[in-house]
């Protein structure tokens, strides 16, 4: 079927109500906008923020796996001195995991770091 007359005839009309209903909202986007900002520059990064998020996630995850590390080599290094193998590592490990918990909540801001209420006083 081909298309006739009359269904072209709205499809353009339809197009001119979007392009003046669009161009209505662009003027008022315009006068909204504060006097020194333009649309280019509102869209467009700070240098050094591109990574930020990449950087953050980076210093939180490593934090958690430095901890878990530090407490299996004090596990295991206490086990050989002592000779209670397997108890220091699982003990250790877990005193690991929550110690790199802790700071990666302190490192979050979830909880505020130690001795924060003597320096706000």
Do not use: C, Y
Request: glycine share 12%; proline share 7%.
């Amino acid at each position: 079927m081909a298309p006739n007359a009359h269904d072209r005839d709205d499809r353009s009309s339809e197009e001119a109500d979007l392009s003046a209903r669009l161009q209505r909202l662009g003027e008022k986007l315009d006068r909204q906008r504060p006097a020194g900002s333009s649309p280019e520059s509102a869209s467009d990064p700070r240098p050094g923020t591109r990574f930020a998020g990449f950087a953050r996630g980076f210093r939180l995850s490593s934090e958690l796996v430095a901890g878990v590390i530090v407490g299996a080599v004090l596990g295991w290094s206490l086990d050989h001195w002592l000779g209670i193998s397997p108890w220091g590592m699982i003990v250790f490990l877990l005193v690991g995991f929550a110690a790199g918990v802790l700071n990666v909540m302190r490192a979050a801001g979830v909880v505020p770091e130690p001795g924060a209420k003597d320096r706000d006083a």
